[in-house]
């Protein structure tokens, strides 16, 4: 009634190829610490291509100098070339006077869909710059991001001519590519300091 035919147990080889195969204990060992470690080395492989670059603690501007600084803990990381507004002398005093305001700020929040590629707030203007716009009887202005090029030029010459000379009305721009540097190393809640 029963049957004498016996069935190869279910071990891992059996798994890995798809169907049951009979071996002796001598012979699984070995292919299973094979599989064992492929699967690590797989794993491992995936792991790596995740690692986030490495977080700035503060973004420096020169401005005289057209220069946008990356800093963790105290060394420059990386540097970029700058464009600023078409009036980039001294701190910015108005709504409209296309300068970059000067002093120490906040990057407190991005835009991923900016016309811009894409943008990263620079908190002006502060409690200061406020009073001193009031006294002044003039509206301090806004909106001052880090950001890239804009996403309507489609021309390689006319890119090229953005990359050689100030163009913002007060914002810093650099290059997509550096823009996307940028984006992955600074955090939002990131000094950055705007030097004349």
């Not at 002398?89 to 900016?114: A, C, F, Q, V």
């Not at 990263?120 to 200061?128: E, K």
């Not at 006319?158 to 050689?164: G, H, I, L, P």
Request: a positive charge.
């Amino acid at each position: 009634m029963g049957s004498d035919k016996k069935i190869a147990p279910v071990n891992a080889v059996s798994v890995a190829v798809g169907y049951r195969v009979s071996l002796g204990t001598s012979t699984r060992r070995p292919i299973v610490l094979f599989l064992a470690l492929l699967m690590a080395v797989v794993l491992a492989g995936c792991a790596g291509g995740t690692q986030k670059p490495a977080q700035v603690d503060q973004v420096v501007v020169k401005k005289s100098e057209r220069k946008i600084e990356l800093i963790q803990n105290g060394k420059v990381l990386r540097e970029f070339r700058i464009a600023l507004g078409d009036r980039p002398r001294g701190h910015k005093m108005k709504e409209g006077d296309e300068r970059t305001p000067e002093g120490e700020y906040i990057l407190d929040w991005r835009n991923p869909n900016s016309r811009f590629y894409k943008s990263i707030h620079v908190s002006y203007p502060n409690d200061r710059d406020i009073r001193f716009a009031r006294l002044m009887g003039t509206d301090p202005g806004g909106m001052i991001m880090i950001h890239g090029q804009p996403n309507y030029i489609r021309s390689a010459k006319v890119m090229a001519e953005y990359q050689r000379r100030d163009w913002t009305n007060g914002c810093i721009a650099v290059q997509n590519h550096e823009m996307d540097v940028i984006w992955q190393t600074v955090r939002d809640g990131t000094p950055i300091k705007i030097l004349p």
